[in-house]
């Protein structure tokens, strides 16, 4: 199982990008127009450069990487020290060859120096003399959509907990889960999820673990819904009777806070099959 779990989550990792690079760029920059040049000045912050052009007032973002290229050292050529040749006996010549481990220097080490640059992508809008943008051009991926706009890009993951029980406990206890996946286009993504969940009854502890690959749908920017197929493995109380059960895995949530790709929500997970159900209500971290 765990072999398996862990080819599942590298396939969704290698999904993320099935929606990033060009074709987000493309929808982000497209998301801005219309909206005020404040706008964009609050999400990005304010332009490294504003000037007059034929089409219109254009705010130009600029971002700089600086790129390290470590002193490269030529490792010493040597080999060991050998010397032959011959000894005169009262009985005849003979050949010597005598070798030592001690090492001569065939060249000394070079250095060549290290390396410092910069490299520098730009981003602009262009705004109509009302104020509004009509054009982004550039990497604007890197600096995001507006903030109500509903897309996401790229690798997508996050955790939660809170409290749960199982269906045969009667007392919540604390849980959790995590997700980790990836975006297939601008509200839907794929993901691979776990989820453990807690209970107690008179007869002891009892615990629900799920692992299950899911669709997760944002029909509007704060809220997701999720489900698919899972695996899930419960404990009886008095941690009894293990057994697996092919079911389902569902959740939805709402972000509290939601600040770029970061989200603060509420959650609220369900696991269940045939014979058992379990699931849980706590806080998650995400980034979406």
């Known amino acids: 199982m765990i072999s398996s779990m862990r080819s599942l989550l590298l396939s969704l990792v290698w999904l993320a990008g099935c929606y990033t690079g060009t ?135 996050g955790a939660h907990v809170g409290m749960g029980r199982l269906d045969t406990t009667k007392t919540a206890l604390p849980s959790g889960g995590l997700y980790l996946g990836g975006m297939l286009s601008q509200t839907l993504g794929l993901v691979g999820t776990f989820a453990l969940v807690t209970g107690s009854d008179d007869a002891g502890g009892a615990m629900g673990f799920g692992w299950g690959i899911a669709a997760q749908w944002w029909p509007v920017n704060r809220f997701s819904l999720r489900a698919g197929p899972a695996m899930l493995l419960t404990l009886d109380p008095g941690f009894t009777d293990a057994r697996l059960h092919p079911g389902v895995t569902t959740s939805a949530s709402y972000a509290l806070l939601k600040v770029g790709v970061f989200a603060l929500d509420l959650r609220f997970d369900l696991a269940a099959a045939r014979t058992t159900t379990f699931g849980s209500v706590g806080v998650g971290v995400n980034v979406n």
Do not use: Y
């Open 23 to 157: 074709p987000a760029t493309r929808d982000v920059s497209a998301s801005w127009r219309g909206h005020q040049a404040h706008d964009i000045e609050e999400r990005w912050g304010a332009p490294g450069w504003r000037g007059p052009t034929a089409e219109g007032t254009v705010l130009r973002w600029s971002h700089e990487i600086i790129h390290v290229q470590l002193p490269e050292v030529t490792p010493v050529e040597a080999r060991p020290v050998a010397a032959t040749g011959t000894i005169d006996t009262p009985i005849g010549t003979a050949a010597l060859h005598v070798e030592t481990p001690l090492l001569a220097v065939a060249a000394m080490p070079a250095i060549q120096p290290g390396e410092v640059w910069k490299t520098s992508t730009d981003t602009i809008a262009v705004v109509d003399p009302a104020g509004r943008i009509t054009r982004v051009d550039g990497e604007s991926l890197r600096w995001g959509p507006p903030n109500d706009e509903n897309l996401k890009w790229g690798v997508i993951f």
